[in-house]
């Protein structure tokens, strides 16, 4: 049983550049959640999915950062013409949230993919 | 607002003795109260959670949690550290009247256990 699944694990890009991280989620869960951890620091909430719908995306930049979770596939976080700002690990996390455990559910994490912005 | 308050930015813990790592919150409702560890270049990993019950929770690796609603804490414990429970930790909170059931993230707290 394979949990939460990221690819790239690093990602190195130009400044002006996209970067595109990618999220499978375990088997069975149909939320996504995209976090931001720069070094030394926490994690910051960044947006909540469920397929084909964003929930809340208050944590997201209002501008170059975009996030999706289609129907077939993994969920994608976009970040259009990166800064050097943008170098950090951005962490996915699943869960099933049923009816009834709303709220009460775990997150599961992935490994991170470590974007660096040269 | 809701908020995690994890006071110390490191702690530290000869190894056999026992750890405690501190974690506050403010909800306006009532918590749901997590702790997840990150070891160096990992994703975090689930410790325990309290959703209602009993006060005290045990979770994975001989850890354990005990919410204390008069002092709004849920501190994570161990009796006997072992030098490979160093990492950071992380307390996080939803508040039963977010709506949205965000999970708040306290900053973290490092610790560190010596041999």
Redesign the interface.
């Known amino acids: 049983n394979a949990g939460v699944m990221q690819n790239p694990r690093h990602l190195v890009r130009r400044r002006g550049q996209e970067a595109r991280l990618r999220c499978s989620p375990m088997k069975g869960h149909s939320h996504v959640y995209w976090y931001r951890q720069l070094p030394e620091e926490g994690l910051k909430f960044m947006v909540y999915l469920q397929k084909e719908n964003i929930i809340d995306e208050s944590g997201m930049p209002k501008e170059r950062f975009s996030a999706e979770f289609p129907k077939e596939g993994p969920s994608i976080l976009r970040i259009q013409q990166v800064v050097r700002g943008d170098s950090a690990a951005y962490f996915c996390a699943s869960s099933p949230r049923t009816g009834r455990a709303l709220g009460t559910d775990t997150q599961y994490f992935g490994p991170g993919t470590r974007l660096t912005v040269l | 607002a809701q908020s995690v308050a994890q006071p110390e930015d490191q702690v530290n813990v000869a190894e056999g003795n026992p750890l405690t790592v501190k974690c506050t919150y403010s909800v306006s409702g009532n918590p749901?109260l997590?702790w997840?560890v990150q070891y160096p270049?990992?994703?975090?990993?689930?410790l325990l959670?309290y959703?209602t019950g009993d006060n005290l929770v045990k979770g994975s690796y001989g850890f354990e949690a005990e919410f204390n609603k008069s002092q709004t804490s849920f501190h994570l414990k161990k009796p006997s550290a072992l030098v490979s429970d160093s990492a950071l930790y992380?307390c996080a909170v939803?508040d039963?009247l977010d709506s949205?059931?965000?999970?708040i993230?306290?900053?973290?707290t490092k610790l560190i256990i010596k041999p």
């Open positions: 749901y997590f997840y270049n990992r994703g975090l990993q689930f959670k959703i992380f939803r039963t949205n059931y965000q999970l993230w306290g900053a973290g």
